[in-house]
């Protein structure tokens, strides 16, 4: 797959239910890409179908590789719309999460490795170029070659490389060690007792001095509109908020971009979900997804 898959002729057969099969085989691997780079599992599902339309219209018989060309399709398209998705976020009321997809079922979306999925990735990503994340992504999360990821963007290889490379370092120098799902999901769980209880001095036994805490609400009533950031200051505010915000609140679990989420429910319904992000230095993000919009395809676990 050393270019965009244009240009010569497809042998064999090139009908509409070879056309299907074809992208059913990679469509895991589009949405992969998609997700990545809007860190939205609706705007994702919408752009893979915009993709599969144009396939279904587009004439095979001068895509030499449907593979390459729908990888290319696909990310050109990602971009456009991340373009456009960062003007519509600066409407957004209070802080803007990624939109968790359920990764109970696919644990790497398509990808070879489960790279540029974890919250604090995506978030960390939010900060790059659309082409830096897209060559990032590709050459993190699915090992694209230099030479195919250039050929996807239309750049040269050496310009692709400053692309992945500018990417790492961003990621790089913001990003702490981190720990692993079970260390992840065993953090939530302690995090989850120390709040219930309002322990003031257990919460700040877990966090880092510059923990933050981030809820999106998109402007639902009584969510914060911004981040508190300080171990002392977030905890102090989950200690006040203990002696009724868990009252009649039931915790389930979900697997979410990787790690554990605590689904939150109340009468029966999910109020949100809450994940924390953490380093070996202990949780550093708390962060609270309490958008209903945003909470549809996740599914409980137990």
Wanted: aromatic content about 8%; glycine content about 8%.
């Amino acid at each position: 797959m050393a270019d965009s898959g244009v240009g010569t002729e497809l042998g064999g057969a090139d009908d509409l239910e070879t056309a299907t099969a074809v992208f059913t085989q990679v469509r895991p691997r589009l949405f992969g890409i998609v997700y990545r780079m809007l860190s939205s599992v609706t705007e994702a599902e919408d752009l893979v179908q915009e993709v599969w339309l144009r396939w279904q219209t587009y004439d095979r018989s001068t895509v030499v590789n449907p593979e390459a060309f729908l990888a290319t399709i696909t990310t050109r398209l990602a971009i456009n719309v991340l373009q456009s998705a960062r003007k519509r976020r600066e409407t957004y009321i209070g802080p803007w999460l990624p939109e968790p997809v359920d990764t109970g079922a696919d644990p790497y979306l398509g990808a070879e490795r489960g790279e540029a999925l974890e919250f604090a990735a995506l978030l960390l990503m939010e900060k790059l170029t659309p082409n830096e994340r897209a060559a990032y992504v590709l050459r993190e999360a699915f090992d694209y070659s230099y030479t195919q990821i250039a050929d996807i963007l239309s750049a040269t290889e050496p310009a692709v490389r400053q692309l992945v490379s500018r990417a790492r370092k961003h990621i790089a120098g913001e990003r702490r060690t981190p720990v692993t799902a079970a260390e992840q999901r065993e953090l939530l769980t302690t995090f989850l007792a120390a709040a219930r209880s309002g322990d003031l001095t257990a919460l700040e036994r877990l966090f880092t001095p510059d923990v933050t805490s981030l809820s999106d609400g998109n402007g639902r009533k009584g969510i914060a509109r911004t981040p508190l950031v300080g171990a002392a200051r977030v905890a102090k505010f989950l200690q006040a908020i203990s002696t009724w915000f868990w009252d009649g609140v039931e915790v389930r679990w979900a697997i979410t971009n990787g790690q554990t989420s605590a689904v939150l429910c109340q009468d029966g319904a999910v109020y949100g979900l809450l994940t924390v992000s953490a380093s070996t230095e202990g949780i550093d993000q708390l962060l609270w997804l309490v958008n209903p919009e945003k909470n549809g395809a996740v599914s409980i676990v137990g």
